[in-house]
């Protein structure tokens, strides 16, 4: 077997509980890390169910409480706990007949000393849950009274099973996997998947495949999403997990010999290198592929026929009409300033191979990271440069491309940000987006090893820094104008707010503005969501006194 390395490969996880161990584990084997949160655990609105479970089940009520993860053991104790029922519902679940899933219910259960009659095994799927409970059981299978404990989600095949093979089935949903509060890094990764941007993607649950497809629709990516996983090798933890990705149109390139994370990463590592390569040799990832139907279209060419793009750079005959045409309809097509600078990226990365772009914008005397083709959720719209600072910094204060084949970080106004892994990529092309003769910001294409840009290359760049210059400033002067607006907004919202705690309240100004703040700290919402509740509240109230005012019509 080959040795566990990822020698430098970029690593896509959308591990959410242990996203901390996730970056680690790669790191350790030599990958570059791009954890991206895929959910989140959230409790159900109501725990009626979860509390009609454990009464019926103190009252003796079922003969099979099946457990599928630790969490939701975990969830349902405590909901328990907060109804003064905790002593009495443990002490009737230890002598009824318990099973669970795998590894991580089993872990729970021991917690609470809770004695296990079934444990699946491995890959722990509901098929092996159902199997176990069958071989421990037998016939008299068909007689209990079944509860399961759900785990984000209904598994509706396991329910149908079991009711078939039982006398009863009761379903205990304690909690729900909901989408991350930020999407943000997430749609980045469906961008990075989709322009190519890693090498390979590690799936742990089948929950992150049905996440990543839903953000990818509400983007309207989701064919650009199953033509990137397609180009990429992907690692699925288990069979649940790939029958997910089949309903998705993809197939996984491996499953690990044990669904298990460490598994997984480890054998990732062993394998990736070969898949990766077999990829590419297919054409998978070529640099035709990744451009098929970005072509910049040259229907008509000096014979009538459409060049491919590898031919253009360095072919005189490119119809200079049919150039404008496609990047001035690409970018005005987006009204929005991240639209605008995304298809930049997006166009710029279509006609010259790179495995990095960005694009800083300045704003005053900084030039800030707007838009990446890799993500960097920490420091897209937060990274800043000064004007002269690195070797992008001296570009935008001398208007002048720089073009480095290699070593780029030993050129002497090279400056390096640790949270960049593209700072140790060898070659880097720079040239500045103009508009009006004034620098409005930089374009960098690097590249993981050396790579002699043609003088065409340079050219073109360059040319596309003049053409989107205009656009990058009006999209620019729009946002800051909306974020001024939105500003002003909040704060009439807050005045207004403020008012209503001041006469409701009987408080001065400055107390009934300390109390908004000590809400949004406590409730983790920002200042206008809270003013937005407090005028909320304020709307009901009048309309329910307009109501109670209204005189009763006679008959």
Not at 90 to 116: M, N, Q, S, W
Not at 291 to 311: C, D, F, K, M, R
Not at 458 to 484: C, D, F, K, M, P
Not at 527 to 553: D, N, V
């Amino acid at each position: 077997m080959a040795p566990a390395s990822f020698d430098g490969l970029r690593i896509l996880s959308l591990e959410s509980r242990r996203s901390s161990e996730m970056t680690k584990l790669i790191r350790t084997y030599g990958g570059e890390p791009f954890v991206v949160p895929a959910m989140r655990e959230v409790s159900l609105e109501s725990n009626r169910l979860a509390l009609d479970f454990a009464d019926r089940l103190i009252a003796g009520d079922f003969d099979l409480v099946i457990f599928l993860t630790g969490v939701g053991m975990r969830f349902l104790v405590n909901i328990v706990e907060e109804a003064g029922k905790r002593e009495t519902f443990l002490k009737a679940l230890k002598k009824t007949r318990v099973a669970a899933r795998g590894p991580k219910p089993v872990a729970a259960l021991k917690e609470f000393g809770i004695p296990i009659a079934v444990v699946a095994p491995e890959p722990n799927t509901w098929h092996e849950m159902v199997a176990a409970l069958e071989e421990e059981f037998g016939e008299a299978l068909t007689g209990f009274r079944v509860a399961v404990q759900e785990y984000g989600t209904s598994n509706p095949e396991l329910l149908e099973t079991l009711a078939e093979k039982s006398a009863s089935v009761t379903k205990v949903p304690v909690y729900q996997w909901a989408l991350p509060e930020d999407l943000r890094p997430l749609r980045e990764a469906v961008l990075s998947v989709a322009s190519g941007g890693v090498d390979v993607v590690l799936f742990t649950t089948s929950v992150q495949v049905i996440h990543l497809f839903q953000v990818a629709a509400q983007m309207e990516s989701a064919d650009e999403l199953r033509t990137g996983l397609r180009s990429v090798v992907i690692a699925s933890i288990g069979p649940t997990t790939t029958e997910a990705l089949h309903q998705y149109g993809i197939t996984p390139d491996f499953e690990p010999s044990h669904p298990k994370m460490g598994f997984l990463v480890n054998e990732a590592a062993q394998l990736a290198g070969k898949l990766v390569e077999e990829k590419k040799n297919n054409g998978a990832r070529s640099l035709a592929t990744r451009e098929a139907g970005l072509l910049v279209a040259i229907p008509q060419a000096a014979n009538g026929v459409t060049q491919p793009a590898e031919s253009r750079l360095d072919n005189h005959a490119i119809a200079p009409i049919d150039f404008l045409h496609e990047i001035t309809s690409r970018i005005a097509s987006a009204d929005s300033f991240h639209k605008v600078l995304g298809r930049i990226v997006d166009f710029v990365t279509t006609v010259i191979p790179c495995d990095s772009c960005f694009i800083y914008v300045l704003e005053g005397e900084k030039l800030t990271l707007r838009a990446s083709k890799n993500p960097h959720a920490d420091v897209v719209d937060h990274l800043g440069i000064k004007m002269g600072q690195g070797i992008t910094g001296w570009v935008a204060e001398h208007r002048e491309p720089v073009a480095l084949a290699s070593n780029a970080s030993e050129d002497p106004r090279f400056k390096p940000f640790k949270n960049l892994p593209e700072d140790r990529f060898e070659a880097m092309l720079s040239t500045p987006i103009l508009c009006a003769s004034k620098v409005v910001g930089v374009i960098n294409l690097q590249h993981r090893l050396s790579y002699q840009h043609t003088t065409n290359e340079v050219r073109l760049l360059s040319t596309i820094g003049y053409l989107v210059g205009a656009e990058v400033e009006r999209a620019r002067l729009e946002n800051e104008n909306a974020q001024l607006a939105g500003r002003l907004e909040a704060r009439k919202a807050v005045e207004r707010a403020k008012g209503i705690l001041q006469r409701d309240m009987r408080v001065g100004e400055e107390e009934a503005y300390r109390m908004m703040q000590r809400e949004s700290r406590q409730r983790r919402k920002s200042m206008l969501e809270i003013a937005e509740a407090i005028l909320l509240g304020e709307e009901i109230r009048k309309g329910q006194t307009a109501t109670e005012q209204k005189p009763a019509s006679g008959n």
